[in-house]
């Protein structure tokens, strides 16, 4: 009898597993990200920055309970010490800034993520450091001193004044005939990476985190490695990505390579890159989210999809509307007639990894405006609570503008854009097809109703979107069953008809 116990409990225990597996999403790396702005997120010592422990008393809305946003990987923007808000210049890279926490806050951050299925990935500035770094102060020291014996001496881009390659910007190493390449700002100079020395330095940062636990990284400024030298810089990054795996095999690496679409793809050898194609007021999915053709969109997106396998099987799409370099999406697309709602699905609905901006969920607004800004880009999450986070400095954006509710606010209300986030990410973790799954286009020869066959596990599943005003009926008999179907309005099948509410999404199978 006991033994006729513990084998129902085994039993118990495994069935357990197994719909927690099936409820609760993935093992692999083709995860909803969620990008966190650090110092803008939840402030948990009263001092109105965003830090470590603040994000760890929000996990619960992000993931892990019923009422979770339910994404499956978090970006934090940099949180290395360093001079500014935004902290993308960096002055030690194994000090947490004291802003945001220390080392024990990120262990606890970790070991809590992976709790609940989370992975965490760090940005990665490297192209440069904050000329407060003891690297540079090194540096300038030595060219002062005309010490090039000094390892420093060759740790960052230099040259004669006046010589500098004319595609760079430069900067004076005071009191030198010398200047140094700075091609963001006077206080981030660019390190050299022909010295060794310095890829082992870099390579010593990433490897510290890996072994922290860390799951990946967001490479910051991908293309400036050697600026203007796209060859070169992809060529670093193979290396640095390959370096990389054979710590951790499975590591999820990203890069923000910002330029012609045709250049990203050299980079995507051994890791994924963001396609800002899809992102901003002008970019694939706002303009499908306004009602422009879909067939573009759809043929855009298997296109891609194509484009980028051909270069590395294992590259994933990485699509996103917005981030902290950009307007925010609630600015240009609306809620009240579904654009943001169906720009969601257009990319949350996606083959790949795809990344939400912090606040986009609950359709925060916030954009440069004319006190050009990036700041009215990072501003506080509105939680609605006694949350003590405070938009960063420099901002100047008007609150009484966000007229779409807070968190709180839009928790009770189940109608809301936070719900709808929900609920759609619901969805694309039910359906593994939608990440991993091959896509050719269907078109239905209707420039408001369009869609994809997906090929998964020798199967076939079809995702069909109206990003129209208007209810749309087709012939469908060859799709099989209506699944789920999500939007501002409702779906229904019957007879071989499918009829799909204005600015809604279907799956069939
Ligand atoms: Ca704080
Ligand atoms: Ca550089």
């Excluded at 603040?54 to 010490?81: N, Q």
């Excluded at 422009?292 to 969109?297: A, D, G, T």
């Excluded at 296109?303 to 999406?329: C, G, K, L, P, W």
Aim: net charge negative; hydrophobic share 30%.
């Amino acid at each position: 009898m006991k033994k006729i116990l513990t084998i129902l409990f085994i039993c118990l225990l495994f069935c357990g597993c197994q719909k927690n597996r099936q409820n609760n999403s993935v093992d692999d790396n083709y995860r909803v990200f969620y990008e966190i702005f650090t110092g803008s997120f939840s402030d948990s010592n009263g001092d109105g920055t965003g830090d470590l422990q603040g994000i760890i008393k929000r996990l619960d809305y992000l993931a892990g309970t019923k009422d979770s946003l339910g994404i499956e990987g978090i970006w934090l923007t940099p949180i290395f010490a360093s001079p500014s808000y935004h902290k993308y210049d960096v002055i030690d890279y194994y000090t947490i800034d004291p802003d945001f926490g220390n080392q024990d806050d990120l262990d606890e951050l970790i070991k809590k993520c992976h709790e609940r299925n989370i992975i965490v990935i760090l940005d990665l500035a490297i192209n440069h450091t904050s000329s407060q770094h003891e690297w540079f102060k090194q540096f300038e020291k030595a060219h002062r001193e005309n010490d090039t014996g000094n390892k420093y001496y060759y740790y960052y881009n230099f040259d004669t004044r006046f010589q500098g390659d004319a595609s760079s910007s430069w900067c004076d190493i005071n009191d030198t005939n010398e200047i140094y390449e700075c091609n963001f700002s006077y206080d981030m100079p660019e390190l050299n990476f022909d010295n060794s020395d310095v890829r082992e330095e870099v390579l010593n940062i990433a490897r510290y985190y890996l072994q922290k636990g860390i799951d990946g990284f967001r490479f910051d400024a991908a293309r400036y490695i050697y600026h203007n030298h796209n060859e070169d810089s992809a060529d670093f990054w193979k290396w640095y990505c390959g370096e990389l795996r054979k710590i951790k095999e499975d590591v999820y690496l990203v890069g923000e390579v910002w330029t012609s679409e045709y250049i990203t793809y050299q980079y995507m050898n051994d890791m994924n890159c963001f396609n800002f194609t899809m992102s901003q007021p002008d970019g694939m999915i706002a303009r499908a989210a306004k009602s422009e053709n879909i067939n573009n969109f759809t043929n855009y997106v298997v296109n891609y999809q194509n484009t980028i396998h051909s270069v590395n099987e294992e590259a994933m799409a990485v699509s996103f509307i917005s981030n902290h370099d950009m307007d925010r999406s609630a600015g240009y697309l609306q809620l009240n007639n579904g654009q943001a709602q169906m720009a969601a699905n257009l990319y949350l609905l996606s083959p790949g990894s795809p990344f939400i901006y912090y606040g986009e969920e609950i359709g925060m607004k916030g954009s440069r405006g004319s006190a050009n800004t990036d700041a009215n880009r990072r501003l506080a999450m509105l939680w609605g609570d006694n949350d003590t986070i405070s938009d960063p400095e420099g901002s100047t954006y008007d609150r009484s503008k966000q007229i779409n509710g807070t968190v709180k606010d839009q928790t009770k209300d189940k109608n809301s854009m936070l719900n709808y986030y929900r609920k759609l990410i619901q969805i694309r973790n039910r359906y593994p097809q939608i990440a991993r799954g091959t896509y050719e286009v269907i078109d239905l020869d209707n420039s408001n109703v369009g869609g994809f066959s997906i090929e998964y596990n020798g199967e076939t599943t079809y995702l069909i979107h109206n990003n129209s005003s208007e209810e749309i009926t087709i012939a469908a008999d060859t799709y099989g069953k209506l699944l789920d179907y999500i939007g501002i309005n409702t779906a229904s099948y019957k007879d071989g008809r499918l009829t799909i509410g204005a600015m809604t999404s279907v799956i069939l199978k």
